[in-house]
């Protein structure tokens, strides 16, 4: 499927949007799980779909959400929950992995989590934003990788692309929540964070070892 062509009863956001409403990470929701009840039918789906992710809400007043890839079910992901949290208008998203706090300041949508919660990524530093801006695709390797820079180390600023690199349909991933939650962990500071076309991520690490991860949220598409 493409340009959103997409079935009744799934909404389509783009998460972590640039300060212009740009770009962002195309997400699809579906907003009662009980339409695809097991794990087979929800993976069809979001091959089907074709987004790096894909939510199946299972309560939408719990929070109790089901995330998956074109390729496989995921314990937890950034971009997804930041989107859904923005969609239900909620305080907490309730996974297997533990429950995930989210809150609304102004125009961005921010959760909480646990570094340890995110699936292995390979962070890899490049020495210039226009290194990472120059990758003609994803560098050889497997496993997933993110590609970051220093645009101004002092203001915390990030260039960065993400390359899943798991045999997908999805060569790169436009703006991913995880990785920047996992960046953010290793360097102990804030970060804002342009990835792919020009999708922007902030983070914020806390005492407790937890970081928020936020950004700008728009509908696309409304199931």
């Not at 799980?33 to 309560?59: I, M, N």
């Not at 719990?62 to 949290?85: C, E, N, S, Y």
């Not at 210039?128 to 497997?142: K, N, Q």
């Amino acid at each position: 499927m493409s340009d959103y062509d997409v079935p009744r009863g799934i909404d389509v956001l783009r998460v972590f949007c640039g300060p212009d409403g740009r770009h962002g990470n195309a997400l699809g929701v579906v907003r009662d799980g009980r339409s695809h009840p097991d794990e087979a039918s929800r993976q069809l789906l979001a091959r089907r779909l074709g987004f790096s992710e894909t939510v199946f809400v299972d309560d939408p007043e719990r929070g109790r959400v089901d995330i998956h890839t074109p390729g496989l079910r995921l314990p937890f992901a950034g971009h997804p929950l930041v989107g859904t949290a923005w969609l239900l208008d909620l305080e907490v998203l309730e996974l297997a992995v533990g429950d995930v706090f989210a809150r609304q300041d102004g125009e961005f949508t921010w959760i909480t989590a646990r570094p340890e919660w995110v699936p292995p990524r390979t962070l890899q530093q490049y020495a210039s934003a226009a290194e990472v801006e120059a990758l003609p695709g994803p560098p050889p390797g497997e496993g997933w990788l993110y590609a970051w820079a220093w645009e101004d180390e002092a203001a915390g600023r990030v260039r960065a692309r993400a390359f899943p690199r798991r045999g997908e349909a999805i060569v790169e991933d436009e703006a991913t929540g995880a990785a920047a939650l996992l960046l953010s962990a290793r360097l102990g500071r804030a970060l804002n964070i342009t990835q792919g076309r020009g999708s922007q991520i902030l983070t914020a690490p806390a005492p407790d070892g937890t970081v928020e991860v936020g950004g700008r949220v728009l509908m696309a598409v409304r199931g």
